[in-house]
Protein backbone atom coordinates (compact mmCIF):
# COMPACT_ATOMS: atom_id res chain seq x y z
CA UNK A 1 0.00 0.00 0.00
CA UNK A 2 2.96 2.29 0.79
CA UNK A 3 4.78 1.81 -2.30
CA UNK A 4 1.44 2.32 -4.42
CA UNK A 5 0.40 5.59 -3.17
CA UNK A 6 3.53 6.84 -3.61
CA UNK A 7 3.78 5.69 -7.28
CA UNK A 8 0.66 7.45 -7.84
CA UNK A 9 1.77 10.84 -6.15
CA UNK A 10 4.98 10.67 -8.80
CA UNK A 11 2.55 9.87 -11.73
CA UNK A 12 0.13 12.94 -10.86
CA UNK A 13 3.24 15.13 -10.03
CA UNK A 14 4.47 14.43 -13.60
CA UNK A 15 0.66 15.08 -15.16
CA UNK A 16 1.03 18.27 -13.31
CA UNK A 17 4.78 19.21 -14.45
CA UNK A 18 3.88 18.19 -18.31
CA UNK A 19 0.69 20.29 -17.49
CA UNK A 20 2.17 23.77 -16.45
CA UNK A 21 4.82 23.14 -19.01
CA UNK A 22 2.05 22.77 -21.84
CA UNK A 23 0.36 26.48 -20.30
CA UNK A 24 3.16 28.27 -20.08
CA UNK A 25 4.13 28.08 -23.51
CA UNK A 26 3.72 30.87 -25.93
CA UNK A 27 0.91 30.84 -28.67
CA UNK A 28 1.91 32.69 -31.83
CA UNK A 29 1.95 36.30 -31.44
CA UNK A 30 1.10 36.93 -35.28
CA UNK A 31 -1.84 35.89 -34.31
CA UNK A 32 -3.10 39.66 -33.10
CA UNK A 33 -2.67 42.97 -35.03
CA UNK A 34 -0.30 45.12 -33.24
CA UNK A 35 -1.18 48.15 -30.98
CA UNK A 36 -1.50 51.35 -32.11
CA UNK A 37 -1.91 52.89 -28.16
CA UNK A 38 -1.94 51.70 -25.40
CA UNK A 39 -5.79 51.61 -24.49
CA UNK A 40 -7.24 52.49 -20.91
CA UNK A 41 -9.48 49.34 -21.53
CA UNK A 42 -8.93 46.52 -18.86
CA UNK A 43 -10.88 48.20 -16.08
CA UNK A 44 -11.47 44.08 -14.72
CA UNK A 45 -15.73 44.51 -14.46
CA UNK A 46 -18.35 42.27 -15.96
CA UNK A 47 -20.48 44.32 -18.17
CA UNK A 48 -23.30 42.06 -19.24
CA UNK A 49 -25.66 43.54 -21.38
CA UNK A 50 -28.17 42.82 -24.13
CA UNK A 51 -27.22 42.74 -28.01
CA UNK A 52 -28.85 45.33 -30.53
CA UNK A 53 -30.01 44.24 -33.54
CA UNK A 54 -28.99 45.83 -36.90
CA UNK A 55 -32.17 46.17 -38.02
CA UNK A 56 -33.88 47.74 -34.99
CA UNK A 57 -36.79 49.39 -36.84
CA UNK A 58 -39.01 47.00 -35.25
CA UNK A 59 -37.95 46.93 -31.83
CA UNK A 60 -37.65 50.61 -30.89
CA UNK A 61 -40.26 50.08 -28.88
CA UNK A 62 -38.79 47.74 -26.43
CA UNK A 63 -35.78 50.59 -26.10
CA UNK A 64 -35.35 53.53 -23.79
CA UNK A 65 -33.51 56.63 -23.24
CA UNK A 66 -29.71 55.58 -23.95
CA UNK A 67 -30.39 52.75 -25.27
CA UNK A 68 -31.04 50.22 -22.32
CA UNK A 69 -33.93 47.35 -23.09
CA UNK A 70 -37.09 47.36 -21.15
CA UNK A 71 -37.36 45.34 -18.43
CA UNK A 72 -39.89 43.34 -19.71
CA UNK A 73 -37.85 42.56 -22.93
CA UNK A 74 -34.83 40.46 -23.57
CA UNK A 75 -31.63 40.80 -21.87
CA UNK A 76 -28.91 38.77 -20.21
CA UNK A 77 -27.06 40.35 -17.21
CA UNK A 78 -25.04 39.15 -14.32
CA UNK A 79 -23.66 40.59 -11.46
CA UNK A 80 -21.20 39.37 -9.17
CA UNK A 81 -20.01 40.22 -5.67
CA UNK A 82 -16.79 42.64 -5.04
CA UNK A 83 -14.30 40.53 -5.17
CA UNK A 84 -11.75 43.08 -3.86
CA UNK A 85 -13.39 42.59 0.13
CA UNK A 86 -14.10 40.09 2.37
CA UNK A 87 -10.64 38.42 3.34
CA UNK A 88 -11.69 35.84 5.40
CA UNK A 89 -10.30 32.53 7.04
CA UNK A 90 -11.82 29.06 6.17
CA UNK A 91 -14.61 28.38 7.56
CA UNK A 92 -13.75 25.63 10.36
CA UNK A 93 -14.72 24.26 13.22
CA UNK A 94 -12.03 22.06 15.28
CA UNK A 95 -9.64 21.70 12.31
CA UNK A 96 -12.74 20.36 10.62
CA UNK A 97 -14.18 21.66 7.07
CA UNK A 98 -18.05 22.57 7.69
CA UNK A 99 -19.97 20.59 5.74
CA UNK A 100 -23.40 22.20 5.83
CA UNK A 101 -24.43 23.31 2.29
CA UNK A 102 -24.96 26.70 4.25
CA UNK A 103 -21.52 26.85 4.67
CA UNK A 104 -20.32 25.56 1.61
CA UNK A 105 -21.93 28.71 -0.35
CA UNK A 106 -20.60 30.68 2.56
CA UNK A 107 -17.18 29.62 1.87
CA UNK A 108 -17.90 29.87 -2.09
CA UNK A 109 -18.33 33.30 -1.49
CA UNK A 110 -15.38 33.95 1.00
CA UNK A 111 -13.00 32.26 -1.88
CA UNK A 112 -14.33 34.56 -4.53
CA UNK A 113 -14.29 37.84 -2.19
CA UNK A 114 -10.86 37.21 -1.83
CA UNK A 115 -9.53 36.20 -5.20
CA UNK A 116 -7.88 39.56 -5.99
CA UNK A 117 -5.67 39.45 -2.96
CA UNK A 118 -4.81 36.30 -2.98
CA UNK A 119 -3.98 35.98 -6.91
CA UNK A 120 -3.55 39.55 -7.54
CA UNK A 121 -2.87 41.07 -10.81
CA UNK A 122 -3.58 37.46 -12.70
CA UNK A 123 -7.33 38.03 -11.64
CA UNK A 124 -7.55 40.97 -13.24
CA UNK A 125 -5.75 40.24 -16.28
CA UNK A 126 -9.02 37.31 -16.52
CA UNK A 127 -11.10 39.83 -16.21
CA UNK A 128 -10.15 42.12 -18.59
CA UNK A 129 -10.15 39.25 -20.91
CA UNK A 130 -14.01 38.67 -19.92
CA UNK A 131 -14.95 42.15 -20.35
CA UNK A 132 -13.57 42.16 -23.64
CA UNK A 133 -15.33 38.87 -24.92
CA UNK A 134 -18.75 40.62 -23.21
CA UNK A 135 -18.45 43.93 -24.82
CA UNK A 136 -16.35 43.55 -28.68
CA UNK A 137 -19.63 43.14 -30.33
CA UNK A 138 -21.39 46.36 -31.17
CA UNK A 139 -24.41 44.73 -32.73
CA UNK A 140 -25.64 41.57 -34.37
CA UNK A 141 -27.04 40.57 -37.90
CA UNK A 142 -31.17 40.05 -37.23
CA UNK A 143 -30.44 36.96 -39.45
CA UNK A 144 -27.84 35.85 -37.00
CA UNK A 145 -30.10 35.34 -34.58
CA UNK A 146 -28.48 31.62 -33.00
CA UNK A 147 -25.17 33.64 -33.28
CA UNK A 148 -26.31 35.44 -30.29
CA UNK A 149 -28.35 32.69 -28.30
CA UNK A 150 -24.24 30.75 -28.68
CA UNK A 151 -22.47 34.58 -27.79
CA UNK A 152 -24.62 34.38 -24.65
CA UNK A 153 -23.28 30.15 -24.05
CA UNK A 154 -19.66 31.55 -25.02
CA UNK A 155 -19.86 34.28 -22.44
CA UNK A 156 -21.35 32.20 -19.58
CA UNK A 157 -18.96 29.37 -20.22
CA UNK A 158 -15.76 32.61 -19.69
CA UNK A 159 -17.32 33.65 -17.08
CA UNK A 160 -17.94 30.47 -14.88
CA UNK A 161 -14.98 28.96 -16.00
CA UNK A 162 -12.86 31.97 -14.12
CA UNK A 163 -15.56 31.97 -10.82
CA UNK A 164 -14.70 27.69 -10.81
CA UNK A 165 -11.03 29.00 -11.05
CA UNK A 166 -10.97 30.99 -8.01
CA UNK A 167 -13.33 29.40 -5.94
CA UNK A 168 -10.39 26.08 -6.45
CA UNK A 169 -13.16 23.95 -8.31
CA UNK A 170 -10.18 22.99 -10.93
CA UNK A 171 -12.11 20.30 -13.10
CA UNK A 172 -15.51 22.28 -13.31
CA UNK A 173 -13.34 25.38 -15.12
CA UNK A 174 -11.62 22.97 -17.20
CA UNK A 175 -14.76 22.03 -18.13
CA UNK A 176 -16.38 25.46 -18.42
CA UNK A 177 -13.30 25.96 -20.68
CA UNK A 178 -14.12 22.91 -22.86
CA UNK A 179 -17.68 23.90 -23.80
CA UNK A 180 -16.33 27.41 -24.31
CA UNK A 181 -14.26 26.37 -27.21
CA UNK A 182 -16.63 24.41 -28.36
CA UNK A 183 -19.37 26.85 -28.59
CA UNK A 184 -16.89 29.18 -29.80
CA UNK A 185 -16.69 26.91 -32.73
CA UNK A 186 -20.37 26.65 -33.42
CA UNK A 187 -20.82 30.32 -33.12
CA UNK A 188 -18.12 31.21 -35.57
CA UNK A 189 -19.51 28.25 -38.01
CA UNK A 190 -23.09 30.01 -37.46
CA UNK A 191 -21.69 33.11 -38.40
CA UNK A 192 -20.50 32.14 -41.79
CA UNK A 193 -23.67 29.67 -42.86
CA UNK A 194 -26.64 31.57 -41.18
CA UNK A 195 -28.97 29.77 -42.97
CA UNK A 196 -27.48 26.18 -42.04
CA UNK A 197 -30.43 24.02 -40.85
CA UNK A 198 -29.67 23.00 -37.30
CA UNK A 199 -33.27 20.30 -37.05
CA UNK A 200 -33.56 17.12 -37.94
CA UNK A 201 -36.57 14.71 -38.68
CA UNK A 202 -36.89 12.46 -35.78
CA UNK A 203 -38.00 8.88 -36.36
CA UNK A 204 -41.46 9.50 -35.01
CA UNK A 205 -42.14 12.27 -37.47
CA UNK A 206 -41.47 15.29 -35.53
CA UNK A 207 -38.48 17.44 -35.54
CA UNK A 208 -35.53 17.77 -33.25
CA UNK A 209 -31.97 19.34 -33.15
CA UNK A 210 -29.18 18.03 -34.84
CA UNK A 211 -26.97 16.14 -32.76
CA UNK A 212 -24.15 17.78 -31.23
CA UNK A 213 -21.61 16.07 -32.43
CA UNK A 214 -23.50 16.26 -36.31
CA UNK A 215 -22.67 19.92 -35.92
CA UNK A 216 -19.46 20.23 -34.12
CA UNK A 217 -18.01 18.06 -36.61
CA UNK A 218 -18.84 19.63 -39.42
CA UNK A 219 -17.73 23.66 -37.89
CA UNK A 220 -14.47 22.26 -36.68
CA UNK A 221 -13.91 20.60 -39.72
CA UNK A 222 -15.01 24.19 -41.88
CA UNK A 223 -12.50 26.04 -39.25
CA UNK A 224 -9.82 24.06 -39.98
CA UNK A 225 -9.95 24.36 -43.69
CA UNK A 226 -11.17 28.31 -43.60
CA UNK A 227 -8.87 29.46 -40.49
CA UNK A 228 -6.49 26.66 -39.87
CA UNK A 229 -3.99 28.74 -37.94
CA UNK A 230 -6.82 29.57 -35.01
CA UNK A 231 -8.66 26.47 -35.43
CA UNK A 232 -4.94 24.70 -34.77
CA UNK A 233 -4.40 26.89 -31.51
CA UNK A 234 -8.04 25.95 -30.17
CA UNK A 235 -7.47 21.89 -30.74
CA UNK A 236 -4.26 22.40 -28.49
CA UNK A 237 -5.71 24.09 -25.93
CA UNK A 238 -8.93 21.15 -25.96
CA UNK A 239 -6.67 18.79 -26.14
CA UNK A 240 -4.87 19.83 -22.70
CA UNK A 241 -8.36 19.48 -21.21
CA UNK A 242 -9.18 16.17 -22.63
CA UNK A 243 -5.70 15.16 -21.41
CA UNK A 244 -6.20 15.47 -18.15
CA UNK A 245 -9.80 17.19 -16.60
CA UNK A 246 -12.10 16.12 -19.55
CA UNK A 247 -13.57 13.33 -17.69
CA UNK A 248 -13.69 11.06 -14.31
CA UNK A 249 -9.68 9.77 -13.85
CA UNK A 250 -8.08 8.96 -11.06
CA UNK A 251 -6.00 11.68 -11.48
CA UNK A 252 -8.26 14.52 -10.61
CA UNK A 253 -8.75 12.90 -7.12
CA UNK A 254 -5.45 14.20 -6.01
CA UNK A 255 -6.73 18.12 -6.14
CA UNK A 256 -9.09 16.71 -3.49
CA UNK A 257 -7.45 13.83 -1.83
CA UNK A 258 -5.31 13.90 0.83
CA UNK A 259 -3.21 11.12 -0.64
CA UNK A 260 -0.67 11.15 2.07
CA UNK A 261 -3.69 9.22 3.94
CA UNK A 262 -3.69 6.06 1.74
CA UNK A 263 -0.66 5.53 3.19
CA UNK A 264 -0.74 2.18 5.90
CA UNK A 265 0.21 4.24 8.89
CA UNK A 266 -2.65 6.75 8.20
CA UNK A 267 -5.56 6.88 10.78
CA UNK A 268 -8.47 8.32 8.51
CA UNK A 269 -8.65 9.40 4.97
CA UNK A 270 -8.75 12.65 4.19
CA UNK A 271 -9.93 15.21 1.72
CA UNK A 272 -11.87 18.25 0.75
CA UNK A 273 -15.00 19.65 -1.07
CA UNK A 274 -12.27 22.44 -2.57
CA UNK A 275 -9.15 21.98 -4.50
CA UNK A 276 -5.82 21.74 -2.59
CA UNK A 277 -3.47 24.44 -5.18
CA UNK A 278 -0.73 25.98 -4.98
CA UNK A 279 -1.44 29.75 -5.18
CA UNK A 280 0.64 29.93 -8.56
CA UNK A 281 -0.56 27.33 -10.36
CA UNK A 282 -3.93 29.05 -9.50
CA UNK A 283 -2.75 32.25 -11.07
CA UNK A 284 -1.28 29.99 -14.03
CA UNK A 285 -4.70 28.91 -14.84
CA UNK A 286 -6.08 32.45 -14.67
CA UNK A 287 -3.47 33.55 -16.90
CA UNK A 288 -4.09 30.11 -19.64
CA UNK A 289 -8.13 31.50 -18.97
CA UNK A 290 -7.61 34.78 -20.35
CA UNK A 291 -5.33 34.10 -23.12
CA UNK A 292 -8.02 31.06 -24.28
CA UNK A 293 -10.81 34.11 -24.18
CA UNK A 294 -8.25 36.11 -26.03
CA UNK A 295 -8.30 33.52 -28.67
CA UNK A 296 -11.94 32.97 -28.75
CA UNK A 297 -12.40 37.19 -29.03
CA UNK A 298 -9.89 36.95 -32.03
CA UNK A 299 -11.55 33.84 -33.59
CA UNK A 300 -14.57 35.21 -33.81
CA UNK A 301 -13.49 38.55 -35.43
CA UNK A 302 -11.76 37.14 -38.03
CA UNK A 303 -14.96 35.43 -39.23
CA UNK A 304 -16.73 38.36 -38.19
CA UNK A 305 -14.36 40.73 -40.41
CA UNK A 306 -14.95 38.13 -43.59
CA UNK A 307 -18.65 37.14 -43.10
CA UNK A 308 -20.67 39.88 -41.64
CA UNK A 309 -23.22 39.42 -38.65
CA UNK A 310 -21.51 40.80 -35.77
CA UNK A 311 -20.54 44.69 -36.19
CA UNK A 312 -17.22 45.08 -34.05
CA UNK A 313 -15.90 47.81 -31.76
CA UNK A 314 -13.64 50.01 -33.72
CA UNK A 315 -10.59 49.30 -31.91
CA UNK A 316 -10.91 45.95 -31.17
CA UNK A 317 -7.47 45.42 -32.90
CA UNK A 318 -5.63 47.56 -30.42
CA UNK A 319 -7.38 45.77 -27.30
CA UNK A 320 -6.38 42.43 -28.71
CA UNK A 321 -2.82 43.42 -28.89
CA UNK A 322 -2.70 45.27 -25.52
CA UNK A 323 -4.30 42.04 -23.80
CA UNK A 324 -2.08 39.64 -25.70
CA UNK A 325 1.02 41.37 -24.50
CA UNK A 326 -0.38 41.57 -20.94
CA UNK A 327 -1.00 37.83 -20.95
CA UNK A 328 2.52 37.25 -22.28
CA UNK A 329 4.15 39.56 -19.20
CA UNK A 330 2.11 37.85 -16.91
CA UNK A 331 3.15 34.17 -18.00
CA UNK A 332 6.84 35.58 -18.37
CA UNK A 333 6.80 36.86 -14.76
CA UNK A 334 5.33 33.30 -13.68
CA UNK A 335 7.35 31.23 -15.65
CA UNK A 336 10.59 30.95 -13.56
CA UNK A 337 8.35 29.98 -10.58
CA UNK A 338 6.95 26.86 -11.87
CA UNK A 339 9.50 25.32 -14.23
CA UNK A 340 10.24 22.20 -12.14
CA UNK A 341 12.15 19.42 -13.68
CA UNK A 342 9.49 16.37 -15.24
Known amino acids: MHRHVGNLRQVAD ?30 GEFPWVGFRFKDTENYLSNYGKAGRLRPDS ?55 AIALLNTFIVSIGRNHFLCAALMLSVQKSATLGFLSYVRAHTAQAEFNSRQLIEFCVLTAYMLAHPDE ?15 PKSLSAKAYRWLGCEYGHVSALLKDMKDQIND ?26 NGSFFDQQDDDVV ?24 HGG ?3 IDDIDERLALLDRDVNAHRDA ?4 LRKPT
Open 14 to 43: RVCNRLRQLLLMPHDRACFAPAASRSNFGC
Open 74 to 128: FQYRLVIVDITKGVESVVSEGGQLLTTLQSLIDEETKRTRKARDQYGSYVNLAQS
Open 197 to 211: DVTRSTNGGGEGFRT
Open 244 to 269: TASHASIYLTHFTFDWESGREDAECF
Open 283 to 306: RLYLMSHARLVLLVIETLRRVAVA
Open 310 to 312: FTL
Open 334 to 337: LGPR
